[in-house]
């Protein structure tokens, strides 16, 4: 983001809350490995599955229905959450009542999930959606600053992460660019993975840089 650009004002962090509902609890006999689910799934090999063939599916659906006119908001991706996971989650396509954390790093606090999301509606997605045609650096770029933002704000319980690359995907088919391969399964997805983290990581600083080369790749690689 350019210097004079003023910060966007979700990255600020104040209180916590306490979870409320389904969405602090784990299943009972997953031994706190598979979250409370309308299936009754406790083996999380079963959950990742069922979430993946659902994604799939979902995925399928919208690229048939969004146009290249699509403006993406925050609305269509509380229903985009909900069509994907709602079979599976009581919580689908809700903002989360639960403060989350990984490693030091604190997401921002769930009570301002709905202000941060109004926020980044006016702020972001009305300004890099709909993803117009360009040179696919000026296309990544977008792609990069949605990507990274949505991330940081964590709006869902989970899915957070292919959520915001399967708005990824939309913005680069938008553009007239084929869907990204970001190469995070199978051969060499450690270390693909490894870099997407770094640059998902140095985004949190609005260094954009990073993530928009590595969504350059995996459209060009989508490609092939």
Not at 81 to 96: D, S
Not at 121 to 148: K, N, S, W, Y
């Amino acid at each position: 983001m350019p210097e004079n650009e003023q910060k966007p004002s979700w990255r600020g962090r104040t209180r916590y809350r306490k979870p409320v509902g389904a969405e602090g609890d784990f299943e009972p006999g997953s031994n706190g490995h598979v979250l409370a689910n309308l299936k009754g799934i406790t083996d999380p090999r079963v959950m990742d599955e069922a979430e993946y063939r659902a994604l799939i599916a979902v995925q399928q659906r919208y690229y048939e229905m969004l146009t290249p006119e699509t403006r993406i908001t925050a609305k269509l991706i509380c229903q985009m959450h909900r069509n994907w996971l709602g079979e599976l989650y009581a919580w689908a396509g809700q903002y989360r009542t639960v403060e989350l954390q990984k490693d030091n790093f604190a997401w921002p606090p769930a009570w301002r999930v709905s202000d941060n999301l109004a926020i980044f509606e006016r702020e972001m997605l009305g300004r890099f959606t709909p993803c117009r045609p360009g040179p696919l650096a000026q296309v990544a770029d977008a792609m990069a600053h949605i990507h990274a933002e949505l991330l940081l704000i964590h709006p869902f319980r989970d899915g957070n992460g292919r959520l915001a690359r399967w708005l990824a995907d939309i913005m680069a088919v938008q553009a007239g660019y084929p869907v990204p391969d970001y190469g995070l399964t199978g051969r060499g997805s450690v270390v693909q993975r490894r870099r997407y983290i770094a640059a998902v990581s140095q985004d949190y600083a609005q260094i954009y840089e990073p993530l928009a080369v590595f969504f350059v790749e995996a459209v060009e690689r989508g490609g092939r």
